[in-house]
């Protein structure tokens, strides 16, 4: 996957490498096609009392998913609220997700002023994160270390566009105004307010985008993987030991 992502690297070579030296031969090992898998996610619907819950009924709400840490860069979000303070003054921003950075943020956010316009809802159930992905506006993720983005195929999965830093693997699944918008670290708030300009169009785009991501998609890209492999063994030792349905 990530030799897909970043042709040239080193990454292929080794784990052909690796592979060798663990007893492999390279007659069985399929160096240029690479797959990608991801989790399936189950959307879910508008839910306006999840909202209320947070006091963010009536507001556009731009929604950060994920591990508060460091190397998630929530703090280029944070900074590009301060700039919409006062250009979009009814925007919000709600942070779902704990880690060892949660009291940092809160800090940086109440240092910057915007600590009325940001709310930390902490960690959300599997039954509350769909409600989220759905209800809200929008999803702006900063994160310079992404090797798949899973919260950007749940957003969309859910209808809701994305706004994602230019960075590893954000890019694979934003199509530039089609389905969310993309940003360098230094224009994050105008990449937010394209998207929000842009929201409501981008909605079926966006669950358009995800479709391949879907369970049963993510199951049959499993099963023929492991298909293939099967055959490969197959043709090599005359052993059989994957059933294929008819």
Request: net charge neutral.
């Amino acid at each position: 996957m990530m030799s897909r992502r970043q042709p040239g690297s080193a990454l292929k070579p080794f784990a052909y490498g690796l592979a060798l030296s663990l007893g492999a031969r390279a007659s069985d090992l399929l160096r240029d096609e690479p797959m990608h898998f991801t989790n399936g996610f189950s959307p879910k619907n508008y839910d306006r009392s999840f909202l209320e819950r947070f006091g963010l009924d009536g507001h556009r709400v731009v929604l950060h998913v994920g591990r508060l840490s460091m190397e998630k860069r929530l703090d280029i979000v944070l900074k590009a609220m301060v700039r919409l303070k006062q250009e979009e003054p009814d925007v919000r921003l709600l942070v779902a997700g704990q880690g060892p950075a949660y009291d940092h943020y809160r800090s940086m956010a109440q240092s910057l002023g915007i600590s009325d316009r940001v709310v930390f809802a902490g960690f959300l159930s599997d039954e509350d994160l769909p409600k989220a992905y759905a209800t809200c506006d929008m999803l702006a993720l900063a994160s310079t270390f992404e090797t798949q983005g899973l919260v950007v195929l749940e957003a969309l999965a859910s209808g809701t566009p994305v706004a994602g830093i230019r960075c590893r693997a954000i890019p694979e699944f934003i199509d530039e105004g089609k389905n969310g918008c993309l940003f360098e670290e230094d224009s994050c708030a105008e990449g937010i307010r394209r998207c929000l300009v842009r929201a409501s169009s981008m909605k079926m785009n966006a669950v358009a985008s995800a479709r391949d991501y879907s369970v049963d998609a993510c199951t049959t890209k499993l099963l023929k993987a492991y298909d293939l492999a099967a055959d490969i063994l197959a043709k090599d030792t005359g052993f059989k030991f994957w059933s294929k349905k008819a």
